[in-house]
Structures are given as C-alpha cells and as structure tokens.
Nanobody, 126 residues
Framework: QVHLVESGGGLVQAGGSLRLSCAAS????????MGWFRRPPGKEREFVAA????????DYADSVKGRVTISRDNVENTLYLQMDSLRQESTAVYFC???????????????????WGQGAQVSVSS
C-alpha cells in the first residue's frame, strides 16, 4: 500500500520561504505524475502545482505562479514544493498527490490523482 507523507510545513512570516517534501513509502512513485494541492481555512481544496514523471513538464495555479516551484528527485523518491514570498493567503493544509500514470502530461483535476498524503500545515503570519 502506498503512503505519501508530507513534511516541511510550519509557521513563517509573510515574505518568507518554506520547502515542502513528499516522500513515498510502500513503493516508488518515481515514474508517476505528481501534484500539490492545498485547502485554505474554510475553503475548498485547490490546485497548486503539478509535474510529470521526469520533471520536464510543470503547471502552476495563477495564484502561485512565479513564487512556487515544484520539483522531484526520482532517485530519492521525493517530491518538493519550494514556496517563496509567502503571503497570508498561502495559509493552508498542503497535500501531495500521485496519479497512476507516467507520461508528459500534468493535471489540475483532483479526481485524476489516486493517492494522497495526509497534509502539512503551512501558516503565514503578517
């Protein structure tokens, strides 16, 4: 059984940076497409970023474009989300997710992701 575990969340001041990691246990995800989503307080889950199986194709939500970088290390079996210039509206629980497909595509649709982590809290203070 696949488990995805996020880490690296925490409390940071506005303008600061955080890097989230997502590690897989149970098997490798090194050839599956991956993504990051978040759920702000009182709001629905929303897309943040996606990456294809080898990291050659990425996609970002307009709200984070230019401030967030998704990457992956297929040797270490880890997915990353580097977040810079954080804003208070970045406060959310962040989830990594895995699609059961390995190709050049990226997706913003949560229903196309098969496995999900339990989430990491990111809180940005003013």
């Amino acid at each position: 059984q696949v488990h995805l575990v996020e880490s690296g969340g925490g409390l940071v001041q506005a303008g600061g940076s955080l890097r989230l990691s997502c590690a897989a246990s149970g098997r490798t995800f090194n050839f599956n497409n991956m993504g990051w989503f978040r759920r702000p307080p009182g709001k629905e889950r929303e897309f943040v970023a996606a990456i294809n199986c080898i990291g050659s194709n990425t996609d970002y939500a307009d709200s984070v474009k230019g401030r967030v970088t998704i990457s992956r290390d297929n040797v270490e079996n880890t997915l990353y989300l580097q977040m810079d210039s954080l804003r208070q509206e970045s406060t959310a629980v962040y989830f990594c997710a895995e699609r059961l497909i390995a190709n050049s595509t990226v997706s913003r649709r949560p229903d196309e992701y098969r496995y999900w982590g339990q989430g990491a809290q990111v809180s940005v203070s003013s």
